[in-house]
């Protein structure tokens, strides 16, 4: 195996080994991004529903 082969070898090696991790790592955080957002979102309706039913049994003319 001559240098060159190697040394592209050696970067391809490289290049993976600070891929992956990286590529992982951001999956990860957009994975944990959408279950907030997703929370968010639940707790906003949630939020919603309970001043709602508030509205509903306490009319603000009361």
């Known amino acids: 195996m001559d240098s ?3 040394d592209s070898q050696i970067n391809l090696a490289l290049l993976l080994f600070l891929i992956f991790p990286c590529h992982h790592f951001l999956t990860l955080v957009w994975v944990r991004h959408q279950f ?11 939020r919603e529903l309970k ?12």
């Open 4 to 6: 060159a082969a190697s």
């Open 36 to 46: 907030l957002h997703l929370t968010l979102r639940q707790d906003e309706n949630s």
């Open 51 to 62: 001043m709602a039913s508030y509205r509903i049994i306490c009319p603000s003319w009361v």
